[in-house]
């Protein structure tokens, strides 16, 4: 069973930066798109980011040219590096990884709280 463990995440000011980490188990990580998710008080989950096993990446309209993702195949660690972090950046963030394009594996985290906030 895949396991992901999130963290990074914590309280920012508006126009800062934070970088997420996505930990997973196993050694099947490689093989797998890595996709961000978060889920905004009151609202549905939302895809953020992807990044498939060759490094292909994509975004969210809402974050592009903001948020950067990324991946360490030998450490099976994902990441998203998050700039310009606006209030509206605020939520739980969770990893997840996939195959073709939107299907998944393994389990939902508990994920990592983000908020931006003055």
């Known amino acids: 069973q895949v396991q992901l463990v999130e963290s990074g995440g914590g309280l920012v000011q508006p126009g800062g930066s934070l970088r997420l980490s996505c930990a997973a188990s196993?050694?099947?990580?490689?093989?797998?798109?890595m996709r961000w998710y978060r889920q905004a008080p009151g609202k549905q989950r939302e895809l953020v980011a992807g990044?498939?096993?060759?490094?292909?990446?994509n975004y969210a309209d809402s974050v592009k040219g903001r948020f950067t993702i990324s991946r360490d195949n030998a450490k099976n660690t994902g990441y998203l590096q998050m700039n310009s972090l606006k209030s509206e950046d605020t939520g739980v963030y969770y990893c997840?990884?996939?195959?073709?394009?939107?299907?998944?594996?393994?389990?939902w985290g508990q994920g990592t709280q983000v908020t931006v906030s003055s």
């Open positions: 990044i498939t096993s060759g490094g292909l990446t």
């Open positions: 196993g050694n099947i990580f490689s093989l797998y798109t």
């Open positions: 997840r990884l996939g195959y073709g394009t939107y299907s998944t594996v393994g389990d």
